[in-house]
C-alpha cells in the first residue's frame, strides 16, 4: 500500500521512495535523472555537477586500470609457473633416462614460457605506468598502489626465473 493510497488528498507524483541514492553527491550528480533536487536543499551548480560526475569517471579508470594490470599478473604468474614446472618435469624425465626430442627441449621450453611471462608482465606493468600518467590529469593518483607493486615484484621474479633456467642449463 502505498502513501498515496492512505491519503487521498496527497498527489501520486508528489510521493518520493526513498533510496540509497537519494542523499548525497550521487543524488546530486544524478538529479536530472529524477527530476528537480531534494525539496528546500540547495541545487548544485552544473560546474559542480561537472566535477564529480569527472572525478567518479576517473575513480572507475583507476580501478579499471588495476583490473587490468592484475589480469596481466594473473597471466604472467601462470606462464612463469607452468613453464618453470615443465622445464623441472622435462629436466628430470631426461635425467632419468626417458625419451626427448632434444636435449635442451627442456631448457628451451622453460626459457619461452617464463620469458613470455616476464615480457608480458613487463608490457602489463608499463601499460599501467602510462594509463596512471593520464589519469594523473584528472585526478591526484599516485603511481605507488598494490596493483603496481604486485607487478613490479612479478617483474623482477619473473626476471630472475628466467636467468636461473638459463645459467643452470646453458
Not at 526513498?18 to 543524488?27: F, I, N, V
Not at 569527472?54 to 583507476?62: F, G, I, P, V
Not at 589519469?135 to 604486485?150: E, G, N
Amino acid at each position: 500500500m502505498s502513501e498515496a493510497d492512505v491519503n487521498p488528498d496527497k498527489p501520486a507524483e508528489a510521493v518520493m521512495v526513498a533510496s540509497p541514492m537519494s542523499k548525497g553527491p550521487l543524488r546530486r550528480a544524478f538529479s536530472g535523472w529524477w527530476g528537480p533536487g531534494p525539496a528546500g536543499g540547495p541545487q548544485a551548480s552544473s560546474n559542480e555537477l561537472a566535477e564529480e560526475r569527472t572525478d567518479m569517471a576517473a575513480t572507475r579508470s583507476l580501478m579499471a586500470a588495476d583490473r587490468t594490470l592484475m589480469a596481466w599478473v594473473r597471466t604472467a604468474l601462470s606462464m612463469d609457473s607452468f613453464g618453470f614446472t615443465i622445464y623441472k618435469v622435462l629436466h628430470a624425465l631426461g635425467e632419468a633416462g626417458g625419451s626427448l626430442p632434444r636435449a635442451h627441449t627442456p631448457r628451451n621450453v622453460g626459457l619461452f614460457l617464463t620469458g613470455l611471462g616476464t615480457l608480458s608482465m613487463v608490457l602489463g606493468t608499463v601499460e599501467y605506468a602510462q594509463a596512471l600518467r593520464d589519469l594523473h590529469t584528472l585526478k591526484d593518483i599516485s603511481l605507488m598502489r598494490p596493483a603496481f607493486i604486485v607487478a613490479i615484484l612479478m617483474s623482477v621474479l619473473g626476471l630472475y626465473l628466467f636467468f636461473s633456467i638459463f645459467v643452470k642449463v646453458a
